[in-house]
């Protein structure tokens, strides 16, 4: 085993994870765990697809329809979580960040690179979480207008290795990611 | 198939994975990712066990160490959302309502259920999240004081099911259960 106290190598294998899930559909990373917080003061969290992971900038990125209530929410709250429990690895990840919404041509190259099966995702209608009087009363067209990109510009990173002895260290944006072991 | 229109059956199908996850720690409802709301306002969350799943109260538990941020979080926002993805079933479950920290004699029962060797999970000294100077410094006596059941009132339940045409419905306390299908 390498040495249990390198900060380093632990935040490294943090994102190699992260940077596989954007690279490898089946890998764990794939399809994080997103907590918000919604308008009215209440923690909301969905499954999303990891669509970027950029350790030179401590940027994770995920692509929504700007109709869903995450959207709304980070308009109010600008804050939120991604969750990755590594099986196996036993590594819980946990990355906190402000999310910019991107949308417009900054986009474009994005859109471009979306999936023409899956740019359904972008532009149901009626909006998602609106009712409807049956299971399959409504429309998924592919609209463009509806495709943003949310930006989490990640302040601090939290691992957990469950190990024999349990391993968890803080990273935080202010001190250049340096590390400090915590209490498990 | 069955009747896809079919709200009853498809909260059913909830509370069966629900139940599962109590009962089999191979389950996939057995480990939720748990999110509150920390007292500064940022979405939080972490992987727990689910420990009970009722549903005639509509109500889920889980174990604690009252020392983790969690519970800081949950004195100062009562709300909480569980999320939960069964593979097999392509279902995602997520569920909302406020919660009680529970501690004391009421829980003695749940303490003595809890086996020994899981119970150095109540009383981590430092305290979780404590700064410590290397990764193994800390101990993990058995502290009953620092037990704590979260009881989570659910008052909304939120399924998405992914198949050939998606479907999503809406369940609040409210309206007894009834349930609302919603745009995916």
Same mark, same amino acid.
């Given at each position: 085993?390498?040495?249990?106290?390198? #900060? *380093?190598?632990?935040?490294?294998?943090?994102?190699?994870?992260?940077?596989?899930?954007?690279? %490898?559909? +089946?890998?764990?990373?794939?399809?994080?765990?997103?907590?918000?917080?919604?308008?009215?003061?209440?923690?909301? #969290?969905?499954? /999303? *697809?990891?669509?970027?992971?950029?350790?030179?900038? *401590?940027?994770?990125?995920?692509?929504? %329809? $700007?109709?869903?209530? +995450?959207?709304?929410? $980070? +308009?109010?709250?600008?804050?939120?979580?991604?969750?990755?429990?590594?099986?196996?690895? %036993?590594?819980? $990840?946990?990355?906190?960040?402000?999310?910019?919404?991107?949308?417009?041509?900054? /986009?474009?190259?994005?859109?471009?690179? /979306? @999936?023409?099966?899956?740019?359904?995702?972008?532009?149901?209608?009626?909006?998602?979480?609106? @009712?409807?009087?049956?299971?399959?009363?409504?429309?998924?067209?592919?609209?463009? %207008?509806?495709?943003?990109?949310?930006?989490?510009?990640?302040?601090? #990173?939290?691992?957990?290795?469950?190990?024999?002895?349990?391993?968890?260290?803080?990273?935080?944006?202010?001190?250049?990611?340096?590390?400090?072991?915590?209490?498990?």
């Amino acid at each position: 085993m390498s040495d249990p106290n390198d #900060l *380093a190598a632990f935040l490294g294998q943090c994102w190699q994870h992260l940077g596989r899930g954007v690279a %490898d559909a +089946k890998s764990p990373a794939r399809y994080p765990t997103l907590a918000t917080v919604s308008p009215d003061g209440r923690p909301e #969290l969905r499954t /999303v *697809a990891l669509r970027r992971a950029d350790v030179a900038d *401590a940027v994770l990125e995920v692509h929504t %329809d $700007i109709a869903t209530p +995450k959207v709304a929410a $980070i +308009k109010s709250n600008p804050w939120a979580s991604f969750h990755v429990w590594v099986p196996r690895s %036993d590594l819980q $990840i946990r990355a906190v960040g402000n999310v910019d919404i991107i949308t417009g041509p900054e /986009v474009d190259a994005d859109w471009e690179r /979306v @999936p023409l099966a899956s740019r359904v995702s972008y532009g149901t209608e009626p909006v998602p979480g609106a @009712p409807i009087g049956h299971a399959f009363d409504y429309q998924k067209p592919a609209t463009r %207008d509806r495709f943003a990109v949310l930006r989490c510009h990640l302040q601090q #990173l939290d691992l957990v290795h469950l190990g024999e002895q349990h391993r968890r260290a803080v990273f935080v944006r202010a001190d250049g990611w340096a590390g400090q072991w915590v209490a498990p």
